[in-house]
Antibody, heavy 121, light 107 residues
Framework: QVQLQQSGPGLVKPSQTLSLTCAIS??????????WNWIRQSPSRGLEWLGR?????????DYAESVKSRITINPDTSKNQFSLQLNYVTPEDTAVYYC???????????WGQGILVTVSS | DIQMTQSPSSLSASVGDRVTITCRAS??????LNWYQQKPGKAPKLLIS???SLRSGVPSRFSGSESGTDFTLTISSLQPEDFATYFC?????????FGGGTKVEIE
């Protein structure tokens, strides 16, 4: 059974960087069938996919255009985890952030517990 | 981006009722359509993948169907634990996109 455990701060100041980590158990970040995603949810924007990383003989990343200039998703094979960095945050980035396993084309079958990140000074 | 239009946004129903939720994709997505259930304070839970494939452990009262770019989630006999919000999501292409949700409330 796959479990995803998220960690990171719940409060970030405007213009700073939001950083979250997702530790994986029961699967590998280097899996050739999975993809590791970040999704956020807010009342104003609903469920919003931010991006993903996955390994298919080499590493790939896909990002949403809405955050492409500010986002980095990195795998860490030594710790079997992956991370999200979102730069230059504004109050509009306030949301519950989830890390999610979802194979390309498949459903999101494992979710982290979610972290409410508030952007405020 | 592929837009997912979900309806209704909310509904009131009673235990035992048959409930139908619809999701329309703005373009062809084959059968790459997933349904989720979300309860307050919890992460979404995958119910159905590939439009009609029931996930292991999900009660058989849940079913999914498709007709072109129209997709339907049906709960054949609503149970007390089914009161929640339901979302559709397309997995055909990035960005992955979600419907706006349907909140199922007690009548």
């Amino acid at each position: 059974q796959v479990q995803l455990q998220q960690s990171g701060p719940g409060l970030v100041k405007p213009s700073q960087t939001l950083s979250l980590t997702c530790a994986i158990s029961g699967d590998s970040v280097s899996s050739n069938s999975a993809a590791w995603n970040w999704i956020r949810q807010s009342p104003s924007r609903g469920l919003e996919w931010l991006g993903r990383t996955y390994y298919r003989s080499k590493w790939y990343n896909d990002y949403a255009e809405s955050v492409k200039s500010r986002i980095t998703i990195n795998p860490d094979t030594s710790k079997n985890q992956f991370s999200l960095q979102l730069n230059y945050v504004t109050p509009e980035d306030t949301a519950v952030y989830y890390c999610v396993r979802a194979p390309p084309g498949g459903g999101a079958d494992s979710w982290g517990q979610g972290i409410l990140v508030t952007v405020s000074s | 981006d592929i837009q997912m239009t979900q309806s209704p946004s909310s509904l009131s129903a009673s235990v035992g009722d048959r409930v139908t939720i619809t999701c329309r994709a703005s373009q062809y997505i084959s059968s790459f359509l997933n349904w989720y259930q979300q309860k307050p304070g919890k992460a979404p839970k995958l119910l159905i993948s590939a439009a009609s494939s029931l996930r292991s452990g999900v009660p058989s009262r849940f079913s999914g169907s498709e007709s072109g770019t129209d997709f339907t989630l049906t709960i054949s006999s609503l149970q007390p634990e089914d009161f929640a919000t339901y979302f559709c999501q397309q997995g055909y292409s990035t960005p992955l996109t979600f419907g706006g949700g349907t909140k199922v409330e007690i009548e």
